[in-house]
């Protein structure tokens, strides 16, 4: 074991048609069972049978519309037009599950601290503590579109609305003190009045009266992942999240990231230790290393369709590409232009170094390779991602799969072993929580992050 532990593991899932890969759906090995509640819950005996601190729901509450202002090409590529409710989702999972982490990314800018605070606290109850909520901003005018909205709010001001959405649902799940519930049968006493309060919050954005209809969870608050890239999302980070997702390409860019976020978080008074910071990461495994090659070639160059991968190009970056040549350069006023996701292109940019354009770009939104690509064995595969935790570039990995459930029974049954021979992760879960697994404290009522 290394003196900074094991590594979280966090598998990257989707509950739609496709994996961040675009092309996963067309994968010969891929089963299409994206509207059956036995996929969902066979990945996830997979991933706790592998021992995995979490299975985290990636989420998008629009259709891709952007580009070339329609829904076709979306439709037609299977360009992510398929997400299901993610509440849902994990509670089949947490049916068939008892240890692995369950967690589902939830947006400030179009559901309310009420909302969100009750659905995770009631996840949380429901899986014995096991509860994660990802926030994200939002990125684009079609979600804001589907909430009543023309268009999304800026990039800046999405961050101050969320800030104060945390404060409020934070809030939410202090209004009842962990022994609140007395349930006396005998004098009738159900709950101590003196341990639920009122949160009567008042802000810019919200109003929220409270107390929340859920008691106290097992975690006391469930755990807060994040994954802001630009200089104001790397700052919300800090203050708020428990577990940090990342995306970069290379492991220079990663360690300057990861010393960056540490040290903000540092800056803010809280313990950069108990942060961890795990980038998107794709295994690519075969029994042999001809095996994995082979795979990563149909990976790359088989199932990708141009026109699919512009098309969720255009949801990130909140920007209608259709009509632009495949070499427009990718300039600084470019990157100004835009209100999606900027930091990924500033990552990018700085990572192919040169000339970058939008062929660069789309290419490495079909493939995601804003995040490293492990390719070998088992042990090769270990090998690499030992490197980058043993570096400083990371505490672990969230892992995206090119195909499911392969890509996961790979991981589980090639990786895992090699990692775990090495004391590289865990061989069965010590505790009964998420918060467990990742080495977190149980925060106390009034306790902010
Ligand atoms: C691993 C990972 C998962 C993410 N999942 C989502 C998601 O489910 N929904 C979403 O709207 N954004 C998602 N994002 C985007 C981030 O929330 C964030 O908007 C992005 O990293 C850009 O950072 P910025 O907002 O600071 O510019 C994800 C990012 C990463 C790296």
């Known amino acids: 074991m290394t003196d900074r532990g094991t590594m979280s593991l966090v598998a990257f899932m989707q509950a739609g048609n496709v994996t961040v890969y675009s092309g996963s759906w067309r994968h010969p090995a891929t089963e299409h069972g994206f509207l059956d509640a036995r996929y969902y819950q066979k990945l996830g005996r997979t991933l706790e049978e592998g021992c995995l601190d979490m299975m985290f729901f990636d989420d998008r509450?629009?259709?891709?519309g952007i580009h070339g202002g329609s829904v076709a090409d979306a439709v037609r590529h299977g360009a992510r037009p398929v997400k299901l409710d993610l509440s849902v989702v994990l509670g089949l999972i947490a049916g068939v599950t008892d240890r692995i982490g369950l967690g589902a990314t939830y947006s400030t800018t179009y559901y309310s601290p009420f909302h969100v605070a009750r659905t995770f606290a009631t996840l949380d109850h429901l899986t014995g503590g096991r509860a994660a909520w990802n926030v994200v901003t939002s990125v684009n005018d079609a979600e804001a579109q589907n909430f009543g909205v023309d268009t999304i709010l800026g990039h800046n001001e999405r961050y101050d609305r969320a800030d104060e959405f945390l404060e409020a649902t934070c809030g939410?799940?202090?209004?009842?003190?962990?022994?609140?519930?007395?349930?006396?049968?005998?004098?009738?006493?159900?709950?101590?009045?003196?341990?639920?309060?009122?949160?009567?919050?008042?802000?810019?954005?919200?109003?929220?009266?409270?107390?929340?209809?859920?008691?106290?969870?097992?975690?006391?608050?469930?755990?807060?992942?994040?994954?802001?890239?630009?200089?104001?999302?790397?700052?919300?980070?800090?203050?708020?999240?428990e577990l940090i997702f990342t995306g970069d390409p290379g492991i220079d860019v990663a360690?300057?990231?990861?010393?960056?976020?540490?040290?903000?978080?540092?800056?803010?008074?809280?313990?950069?230790?108990?942060?961890?910071?795990?980038?998107?990461?794709?295994?690519v495994v075969g029994e042999t290393r001809a095996h994995a090659d082979e795979r990563e070639q149909q990976f790359l160059n088989?199932?990708?369709?141009?026109?699919?991968?512009?098309?969720?190009?255009?949801?990130?970056?909140?920007h209608d590409f259709s009509g632009l040549p495949l070499d427009t350069e990718i300039t600084d006023e470019f990157v100004e232009s835009v209100s999606g996701i900027r930091g990924l292109v500033e990552n990018l940019r700085r990572h192919i170094g040169?000339?970058?354009?939008?062929?660069?770009?789309?290419?490495?939104?079909?493939?995601?390779?804003?995040?490293?690509?492990?390719?070998?064995?088992?042990?090769?595969?270990?090998?690499?991602?030992?490197?980058?935790?043993?570096?400083?570039?990371?505490?672990?990995?969230?892992?995206?799969?090119?195909?499911?459930?392969?890509?996961?029974?790979?991981?589980?049954?090639?990786?895992?072993?090699?990692?775990?021979?090495?004391?590289?992760?865990?061989?069965?879960?010590?505790?009964?929580?998420?918060?467990?697994?990742?080495?977190?404290?149980?925060?106390?009522?009034?306790?902010?992050?």
């Not at 003190?177 to 159900?190: I, K, M, N, P």
């Not at 990231?257 to 295994?283: C, F, W």
């Not at 199932?303 to 990130?316: K, N, Q």
Request: hydrophobic content about 35%; charged content about 25%; overall charge negative.
């Open 61 to 64: 509450l629009a259709m891709p």
């Open 354 to 449: 040169g000339t970058v354009t939008l062929a660069d770009l789309a290419g490495h939104r079909a493939t995601l390779l804003q995040g490293p690509r492990f390719v070998g064995t088992g042990v090769e595969v270990a090998d690499q991602m030992e490197e980058w935790f043993t570096s400083g570039a990371c505490d672990g990995f969230v892992i995206a799969a090119t195909h499911t459930p392969g890509a996961y029974e790979d991981l589980t049954r090639m990786v895992v072993p090699e990692l775990q021979r090495r004391e590289l992760f865990r061989r069965q879960y010590e505790g009964t929580t998420l918060r467990d697994h990742l080495g977190l404290n149980r925060p106390e009522v009034g306790e902010t992050p």
């Open 302 to 318: 088989e199932f990708v369709d141009p026109a699919a991968s512009l098309t969720l190009l255009s949801e990130l970056m909140n």
């Open 255 to 283: 360690r300057s990231h990861y010393r960056d976020q540490k040290e903000r978080i540092g800056e803010l008074g809280r313990n950069p230790s108990s942060v961890r910071i795990l980038p998107m990461a794709y295994t």
């Open 172 to 241: 939410l799940w202090d209004t009842w003190d962990d022994d609140a519930l007395v349930l006396d049968r005998t004098s009738g006493e159900f709950a101590d009045p003196a341990k639920v309060r009122e949160l009567d919050h008042h802000g810019k954005w919200f109003d929220v009266r409270g107390p929340l209809t859920v008691p106290r969870s097992p975690q006391g608050r469930p755990v807060l992942l994040q994954a802001g890239s630009s200089g104001r999302g790397r700052d919300f980070a800090a203050r708020w999240a």
